[in-house]
């Protein structure tokens, strides 16, 4: 309380000593400048345990993913101080990772361990009670991506889709635990991991952003049941989920058999089909559209007469008695106003072959 003073009538000086650190205190002095010949020593112990002040520590603080942080709980008093009271009950519950131990109790020393792991990145806060009472400490543990090397993986898998329809699909770049590395902007890529002569559309090949490669705009044209492969240098590849691609919705007009070369008015020398397709090419086999054809390109005046109109049936429309009446060298038009349409390979028509035979010979005879 004082340090400094005079002695009474008795030759005494008195004071009192306080600490609310448990320990020995050693207090020492002098008398007119001289040191005393003696000391005395005080021990402080500490008080009755305070559930509030107990303390939690976590060692290491930061750790890589799947590794383990120990967790020192001691129980304190009101003061502070590390009470060695054994057999206090203690409660952990961490909100991240998994906890080794969630209850237990003190061991002599007033302490309680477990173990912390986390296969996830982030922060974990640890709480927690004596007897029930919760502590005012937490401890936090940073858990960073794991030391393994990073891999791909499908975030976002392709999902059904229509012939030709548009998807998208995301790849990340992970570490062993599948927690993103938002540093790595690898360029990664995406191919049908069997074709089968199917064809995938789209930008099939970017850029990672903060370890995410967003792939929009994608398609593929036949029908059937796929899967991708995503792959980057040094990463590997990863396959994705099965997706099917189905018959979509009648989209276009498509010569099956396109026209072959015919005689002036008799009919082309075999007949014309036509399908009704998905975006994706694939015959809608629900199809009826009507379907009309008419001349794109040819002889001027020329004329197209026969069956030109014909309802398809299962998504076909055979057309078998298209009639030119000039000769020269044609494409046609296959339409219907709710379908694109399509225009066929070039071919002739030419004079009938009898009769250039038999012109023919009497050019000779004359």
Same mark, same amino acid.
């Given at each position: 309380?004082?340090?400094?003073?005079v002695t009474d009538? $008795?030759?005494?000086?008195?004071?009192?000593?306080t600490?609310t650190?448990?320990?020995?205190?050693?207090?020492?002095?002098?008398a +007119?400048?001289?040191d005393?010949?003696?000391?005395?020593e005080v021990?402080?112990?500490?008080s009755d345990?305070?559930?509030?002040q107990?303390?939690?520590n976590a060692?290491?603080e930061q750790?890589a993913?799947g590794q383990t942080?120990?967790?020192i709980?001691?129980?304190?008093?009101?003061h502070g101080?590390?009470v060695?009271?054994?057999?206090?009950?203690?409660?952990?519950?961490t %909100?991240?990772g998994?906890?080794?131990e969630?209850?237990?109790?003190? %061991?002599?020393?007033?302490?309680?361990?477990?173990?912390?792991?986390?296969?996830?990145?982030?922060?974990a806060?640890?709480?927690?009670?004596?007897?029930?009472?919760?502590?005012? +400490?937490?401890?936090?543990v940073?858990?960073?991506?794991g030391?393994?090397?990073?891999?791909l993986?499908? %975030?976002?898998?392709?999902p059904?889709?229509?012939g030709?329809g548009?998807?998208?699909?995301?790849?990340?770049i992970?570490?062993?635990?599948?927690?993103v590395?938002?540093?790595?902007?690898?360029e990664v890529?995406?191919?049908?991991?069997?074709?089968?002569?199917?064809?995938?559309s789209?930008?099939t090949?970017?850029?990672?952003v903060?370890?995410?490669?967003?792939?929009d705009g994608?398609s593929?044209?036949?029908?059937g049941?796929?899967?991708?492969?995503?792959?980057a240098?040094?990463?590997?590849?990863?396959?994705?989920?099965?997706f099917e691609?189905?018959?979509g919705?009648?989209?276009?007009?498509?010569f099956?058999?396109?026209?072959r070369?015919g005689?002036?008015?008799?009919?082309?020398m075999?007949?014309?089909t036509v399908?009704?397709v998905d975006?994706?090419?694939n015959?809608?086999?629900?199809?009826s559209h *009507?379907i009309e054809?008419?001349i794109?390109t040819?002889?001027?005046?020329a004329?197209?007469?026969?069956?030109t109109?014909?309802?398809?049936?299962?998504g076909v429309?055979e057309? *078998?008695n298209?009639?030119? +009446?000039?000769l020269?060298?044609?494409?046609i038009t296959?339409s219907? $106003?709710e379908? +694109?349409n399509a225009?066929s390979d070039?071919?002739e028509?030419?004079?009938?072959?009898?009769?250039?035979?038999?012109?023919?010979?009497?050019?000779?005879?004359?």
């Amino acid at each position: 309380a004082e340090t400094d003073g005079v002695t009474d009538g $008795d030759g005494q000086f008195m004071t009192t000593l306080t600490s609310t650190l448990a320990g020995t205190a050693t207090v020492t002095g002098t008398a +007119d400048g001289t040191d005393f010949a003696n000391s005395a020593e005080v021990t402080f112990t500490a008080s009755d345990f305070d559930a509030s002040q107990t303390t939690i520590n976590a060692d290491p603080e930061q750790l890589a993913a799947g590794q383990t942080s120990t967790i020192i709980v001691q129980v304190r008093d009101e003061h502070g101080n590390a009470v060695a009271e054994p057999d206090v009950a203690i409660s952990l519950e961490t %909100d991240l990772g998994e906890l080794a131990e969630t209850d237990g109790v003190t %061991d002599a020393s007033g302490q309680f361990e477990t173990g912390l792991t986390s296969t996830a990145t982030g922060t974990a806060t640890v709480t927690g009670s004596a007897n029930g009472e919760s502590f005012d +400490d937490t401890a936090e543990v940073q858990f960073e991506l794991g030391e393994g090397l990073n891999e791909l993986a499908f %975030d976002q898998q392709p999902p059904d889709s229509a012939g030709g329809g548009e998807f998208s699909v995301t790849v990340q770049i992970v570490d062993e635990f599948g927690n993103v590395d938002t540093d790595a902007d690898d360029e990664v890529s995406i191919v049908l991991t069997e074709a089968d002569g199917a064809t995938l559309s789209g930008d099939t090949t970017i850029e990672a952003v903060e370890g995410v490669a967003v792939f929009d705009g994608l398609s593929v044209d036949q029908a059937g049941f796929y899967t991708l492969t995503a792959s980057a240098a040094g990463l590997g590849e990863a396959e994705s989920d099965s997706f099917e691609i189905f018959v979509g919705e009648p989209a276009a007009l498509e010569f099956d058999r396109q026209p072959r070369d015919g005689v002036i008015d008799g009919p082309l020398m075999r007949p014309v089909t036509v399908h009704v397709v998905d975006q994706g090419g694939n015959l809608v086999t629900s199809a009826s559209h *009507t379907i009309e054809m008419a001349i794109e390109t040819g002889p001027e005046d020329a004329g197209i007469s026969g069956d030109t109109e014909i309802d398809a049936v299962d998504g076909v429309a055979e057309f *078998t008695n298209l009639i030119f +009446d000039t000769l020269g060298h044609y494409t046609i038009t296959a339409s219907n $106003d709710e379908l +694109d349409n399509a225009i066929s390979d070039v071919f002739e028509i030419r004079v009938d072959q009898v009769f250039r035979d038999r012109f023919e010979v009497t050019a000779e005879t004359e």
